[in-house]
Antibody, heavy 118, light 110 residues
């Protein structure tokens, strides 16, 4: 079964760093792009960026460029989303998803809830 | 990046058909054959319903169909069922390797 398993919920303080993960299984991880999507409380989905684990080629949405870092470790079939200094406005659910075709995401993780509060 | 425009909410009775619109611009929806639709139930992973404007992944009910005219894409759900109650999002190619999502439509089955 093709699946993406995301790391568990996080509660952090403003200014702290964080790295959440998304592990793929059931398919050739290095052969598909992995994207990250944010959903802030009560809001819609926002596309953050995407990485090709095969060579770590990465593209960011202009809204998130410089705010987060997307990376991947092909030895563990895992993609990552990280922050160096969290803000309260980073409180959201973060989904990873596999790019299944030219421009759609066919497999999604269940999401990681990140809460940033002092 | 500006989100695509969807109605914030819609409702319908079981058995009815409803159509959710997704309006963009000539820079995204209007210039793209890569529009997709997702169903999102709170607390669950989003699910791909339609890709490439009107194609359906295997396993998705044929009650779901997609189309596009000009800068507006549409998702039609026929024979509404209680289980269709969810949030629905459209998405389109924006520029090379960047996506844009619609604001989402909350569907209520009366």
């Amino acid at each position: 079964e093709v699946q993406l398993v995301q790391s568990g919920a996080e509660v952090k303080k403003p200014g702290e760093s964080l790295k959440i993960s998304c592990q793929g299984s059931g398919y050739t991880f290095t052969g598909y792009w992995i994207g990250w999507v944010r959903q802030m409380p009560g809001k819609g989905l926002e596309w953050m960026g995407i990485i090709y684990p095969g060579d770590s080629d990465t593209t960011y949405s202009p809204s998130f460029e410089g705010q987060v870092t997307i990376s991947a470790d092909k030895s563990t079939n895992t993609a990552y989303l990280q922050w160096s200094s969290l803000k309260a406005s980073d409180t959201a659910i973060y989904y990873c998803a596999r790019r299944g075709g030219v421009f759609y995401m066919d497999v999604w993780g269940k999401g990681t809830t990140v809460t940033v509060s002092s | 990046q500006s989100a695509l425009t969807q109605p914030a909410s819609m409702s319908g009775s079981p058995g009815q058909s409803i159509t959710i619109s997704c309006t963009g611009t000539s820079s995204d929806v209007g210039n793209s054959k890569y529009v997709s639709w997702y169903q999102h139930c709170p607390g669950k992973a989003p699910k791909l319903l339609i890709y490439d404007v009107s194609d359906r992944p295997s396993g998705v009910s044929n009650r779901f169909s997609g189309s596009k005219s000009g800068n507006t894409a549409s998702l039609t759900i026929s024979g509404l069922q209680a289980e269709d109650e969810a949030d629905y999002y459209c998405s389109s190619y924006k520029t090379t390797f960047t996506w844009v999502f619609g604001g989402g439509t909350k569907l209520t089955v009366l």
